[in-house]
């Protein structure tokens, strides 16, 4: 019945052809082309990430998940870091973030979407996710407000893909300072995921829209905007396609041009 439903919903020859890919051991540059694994945006923003790491002569990446919950995204970030690695080269360091516990008490505060989300929304079993990750996949449990500052002090290499799925104002606002803290490593452009802005509650005044908002209007060097380029694809009507972005370092472009253009003379 679900099949049939979503015959009705999208074009057959597009549900024909991800099926086909999917069972196929095709490149994981046509998974990516053709949307063919389960969460096809973290595959676009990782498979984006490194190809920008190679084309800057980086051989080591960060990818991150904010709000990790159960574990289905990590578990998936890690599989396609695995495929990635294997086709571009690029070493992929799998990380995620999560309170361990849920969510935090949102207090009332509108900007935090009390209408939507509670304390202790999205718990997690440490325990069986832990047993399922990899080795090079790193578990980071605790308040962003603190742990994302220690991750940067210690970052030993930059940032190229984020998930971001912590549906808070204040802790997506807290997360986003990995693009603005001094010791921050990141590509000249990093791309995100915002899971949470196309729900009916979500406007620019709350949630994960006013803490993109804030971080533009407070920083200079960094900017978070549309990843314009995705229109281009050839599913370019899912909705996962409006959640990318890409967090543009305008200081190191500069700096990059500059060198270039050094170079030249």
Excluded at 23 to 51: F, K, M, N, Q
Aim: proline letters at 5%.
């Amino acid at each position: 019945m679900g099949f049939l439903l979503r015959l009705l919903e999208e074009q057959p020859f597009r549900l024909l052809v991800r099926t086909m890919v999917k069972r196929l051991p095709l490149s994981v540059r046509t998974h990516e082309r053709w949307d063919a694994v389960d969460r096809p945006h973290y595959l676009c923003g990782i498979l984006a990430a490194a190809d920008m790491a190679k084309t800057s002569g980086i051989d080591s990446i960060y990818i991150a998940e904010f709000g990790v919950a159960r574990g289905s995204g990590l578990l998936r970030m890690q599989e396609y870091a695995q495929m990635v690695e294997r086709e571009t080269g690029i070493n992929l360091k799998v990380v995620g973030f999560d309170s361990g516990f849920g969510l935090p008490p949102t207090k009332g505060d509108y900007r935090e979407h009390p209408d939507k989300w509670a304390r202790g929304d999205y718990p997690m079993d440490e325990g069986w996710l832990r047993a399922r990750l990899l080795p090079s996949t790193k578990l980071i449990l605790g308040d962003v407000r603190l742990t994302v500052p220690e991750f940067v002090q210690r970052q030993r290499y930059p940032l190229g893909f984020v998930a971001m799925d912590l549906d808070l104002y204040s802790s997506t606002k807290c997360a986003l300072d990995i693009f603005r803290l001094p010791n921050r490593q990141m590509l000249r452009r990093v791309f995100v995921y915002f899971d949470d802005i196309f729900l009916p509650e979500n406007h620019r005044f709350a949630g994960e829209r006013l803490a993109i908002e804030e971080f533009n209007l407070e920083n200079q060097n960094v900017k978070i905007d549309r990843w314009y380029s995705l229109c281009d694809r050839i599913f370019r009507d899912y909705r996962w396609v409006q959640q990318m972005y890409v967090a543009h370092d305008l200081a190191a472009i500069e700096s990059h041009c500059a060198g270039r253009e050094m170079q030249q003379l």
